[in-house]
T-cell receptor, first 115, second 113 residues
Framework: NAGVMQNPRHLVRRRGQEARLRCSPM?????VYWYRQLPEEGLKFMVY????????ESGMPKERFSAEFPKEGPSILRIQQVVRGDSAAYFC?????????????FGNGTRLTVT | GQQVMQIPQYQHVQEGEDFTTYCNSS?????IQWYKQRPGGHPVFLIQ?????EVKKQKRLTFQFGEAKKNSSLHITATQTTDVGTYFC?????????????FGTGTRLQVFP
């Protein structure tokens, strides 16, 4: 059973470009979460999605950031017009059900560098 | 909003010494989870505690959930170099209209051989 798959592993973008980060959850998992981690810091919640629905996007900046989890295909975290402050590791996690009962399984992350 | 703090932020120990990290939540938690992140890696689930006062062991690791379900600890006996990494506690957000884990600030453990 493949784990959570994220790609690309590393992404370099110039200021003003767009970054697209992809995440395929574990088979059978319908809950997807995106977290951001700055160097030497903790994991900050960004967004929680289920298939075709954004459940909680309270941790995501209102501008330039968007997320989706379509009926078919991976979840996508999209950052438009990137700035240097967007440089971070972005982790996707999935769970089988509510976090009360199901732990999170993390992907390897996408390390975004904005030059 | 809900906050989860951990102390210490960093801990350097000699191999063979013990290590403890403490986790405190601003709100009562339905459960607490612990994760380990190796340098350059991703967080990996270690354990979940649900009951007040619960204690669980995994080999040299002992996890405890406080009686008030607002704090927790992780104790490692006789650390090894393989224990190096950052240890995060995490608790569910208490709001019923969402379902997310709030992670603690983490404790980075360095073990010197």
């Amino acid at each position: 059973n493949a784990g959570v798959m994220q790609n690309p592993r590393h992404l370099v973008r110039r200021r003003g470009q767009e970054a697209r980060l992809r995440c395929s959850p574990m088979k059978g998992h319908s809950h997807v979460y995106w977290y951001r981690q700055l160097p030497e810091e903790g994991l900050k919640f960004m967004v929680y999605l289920q298939k075709e629905n954004i459940i909680d996007e309270s941790g995501m900046p209102k501008e330039r950031f968007s997320a989706e989890f379509p009926k078919e295909g991976p979840s996508i975290l999209r950052i438009q017009q990137v700035v240097r402050g967007d440089s971070a590791a972005y982790f996707c996690a999935s769970s089988q059900g509510r976090v009360d009962n199901s732990p999170l399984h993390f992907g390897n992350g996408t390390r975004l560098t904005v030059t | 909003g809900q906050q989860v703090m951990q102390i210490p932020q960093y801990q350097h120990v000699q191999e063979g010494e013990d290590f403890t990290t403490y986790c405190n939540s601003s709100t009562t938690l339905s459960n607490i989870q612990w994760y380990k992140q190796r340098p350059g890696g991703h967080p990996v689930f270690l354990i979940q505690l649900v009951k007040s006062g619960e204690v669980k062991k995994q080999k040299r690791l002992t996890f405890q959930f406080g009686e008030a379900k607002k704090n927790s600890s992780l104790h490692i006996t006789a650390t090894q170099t393989t224990d190096v990494g950052t240890y995060f506690c995490a608790g569910p957000n208490p709001r019923v209209d969402t379902d997310k884990l709030i992670f603690g600030t983490g404790t980075r453990l360095q073990v010197f051989p």
